[in-house]
């Protein structure tokens, strides 16, 4: 995650006692970054520590959804709080000061925490997917969803490891600095960033994309022409909420990260451009923007949602502006069941919706032989199967739209 420095080039006794230090600059330029920079650290890890207290303590926040929602909140946590401050310090002074453990460590942890939160974020469109396209296949388990969660931080270990193996520091005349010391510094850096950029970019990014896409338009596709009833057009602006919000979800990840990953396949097409007098700027501008990823996560996946602005509303309920309400009180605690227009993702047809109006008039009716003579000939009707259907889709949906 840290700029190369090509030790390869600084062996020379006679080279390292001239060398400058060409990462120096003004002390208002450091302290405007270090705002920055902090700023990002101190959201991203009280955000997340926020949303990792909400699913542990309480007990109806424990979905499959939500534990990839706890390890994709870890992840962020893990990388803001170890590395943010670390990588600035460092990218903005030129000099290593925390020792070959750490280098090691400061190398091989940002690239397991990113895949890692980027493979959530991918599980949590797939279950979305399989959820919404799918709603009466069975989800996943708990101890299902524990494994996959165990396969992506083996994965994300295995993709990190060399840059464990290969990181060392190198001590000249006031420098030290951390590297990775390839076998062969020319191709390997930029073969290896290629192999990361398709890994933990490119591919999950296609994968939410692709998902997203799906289930945007089997939601879009449900609208019907014409149709001007309040419950449909309530539905309706729901149903756009969601869309909505899975956009915002893969167009974040796609610009925070996509500058980072130019910058390191351009920088290693053409190596020159590391003794540019602006590249530091462009690179701490870049790795800003990628780790602000960290801060934007807990805002997109939880904010958006009733029980973590719950949840949020309860940690930071001593602040004056903030109020909690009574249906804010109940949305952590014993399960209810909310009607089916509600949701965000449930929705019947015309037919569909005149024919349980019927039903139900038929229903409130004073002559209950009839009405029930009438309902037992509506439950042999061919549509009362689909309804059916639609039911137990409307209650799966309803699942996800808690989550």
């Given at each position: 995650?840290?700029?190369e420095?090509?030790g ?23 302290a405007?970054?270090?705002v ?9 890890v ?8 909400i ?12 534990y ?13 709080a ?8 460092y990218a903005?002074?030129g000099?290593?000061y925390?020792?070959?453990?750490y280098c ?7 690239v ?10 991918a599980?949590?469109?797939?279950d979305r ?22 396969c992506?931080?083996?994965l ?25 010391a390839?076998?062969?510094?020319v191709?390997?850096p930029?073969?290896?960033?290629i192999?990361v950029?398709?890994?933990v970019?490119?591919l999950?990014?296609a ?13 879009w ?5 014409g149709?001007s009833s ?17 956009l915002?979800?893969v167009v974040?990840f ?26 530091q700027q ?16 807990p805002?997109?996946?939880?904010c ?14 001593c ?5 909690m ?17 509600q949701s ?28 029930n ?18 039911s ?12």
């Amino acid at each position: 995650m840290a700029p190369e420095r090509d030790g390869s080039n600084t062996t020379s006794t006679a080279t390292s006692r001239v060398l400058a230090n060409q990462f120096a600059q003004p002390s208002w330029r450091i302290a405007l970054w270090s705002v920055a920079y902090v700023t990002v650290l101190a959201v991203a890890v009280f955000g997340n520590l926020i949303v990792i207290w909400i699913i542990l303590a309480h007990k109806r926040m424990r979905t499959v959804t939500n534990y990839f929602v706890l390890n994709l909140a870890f992840s962020d946590f893990s990388m803001a709080a170890f590395n943010t401050l670390i990588n600035f310090i460092y990218a903005a002074h030129g000099d290593w000061y925390f020792g070959d453990v750490y280098c090691r460590f400061h190398n091989f942890f940002p690239v397991t925490a990113v895949f890692a939160s980027i493979y959530s974020m991918a599980a949590i469109a797939l279950d979305r997917y399989m959820a919404i396209i799918h709603p009466l296949k069975p989800r996943l388990s708990a101890k299902v969803t524990l494994g996959v969660i165990f396969c992506i931080w083996t994965l994300a270990v295995a993709l990190a490891f060399p840059l464990c193996y290969f990181s060392t520091t190198r001590t000249l005349p006031g420098r030290t600095f951390c590297y990775v010391a390839w076998p062969r510094m020319v191709d390997d850096p930029f073969m290896y960033h290629i192999i990361v950029t398709v890994l933990v970019y490119m591919l999950p990014l296609a994968v939410m994309g692709i998902t997203y896409t799906i289930i945007g338009v089997s939601l879009w596709g449900s609208e019907i022409p014409g149709d001007s009833s309040e419950n449909y057009h309530a539905q309706l602006r729901a149903k756009r909420k969601v869309v909505k919000m899975m956009l915002i979800v893969v167009v974040t990840f796609a610009l925070c990260w996509l500058p980072y990953h130019v910058y390191f396949i351009v920088t290693g097409l053409n190596k020159r451009l590391i003794k540019w007098k602006y590249i530091q700027q462009i690179y701490l501008s870049v790795l800003w923007l990628a780790m602000s990823s960290t801060m934007y996560n807990p805002i997109i996946y939880c904010c958006l949602n009733s029980r973590f602005r719950a949840g949020f509303k309860q940690v930071f309920r001593c602040c004056p502006f903030i109020r909690m309400s009574s249906y804010d009180e109940l949305e952590l605690q014993s399960t209810r069941l909310r009607p089916c227009h509600q949701s965000s993702m449930c929705t019947l047809s015309r037919v569909d919706t005149s024919i349980l109006s019927k039903s139900k008039s038929i229903c409130s009716r004073g002559n209950r032989s009839k009405a029930n003579s009438d309902y037992y000939l509506f439950s042999k009707h061919p549509i009362f199967s689909r309804l059916s259907a639609v039911s137990h889709f409307c209650q799966a949906l309803l699942l996800i739209d808690q989550e």
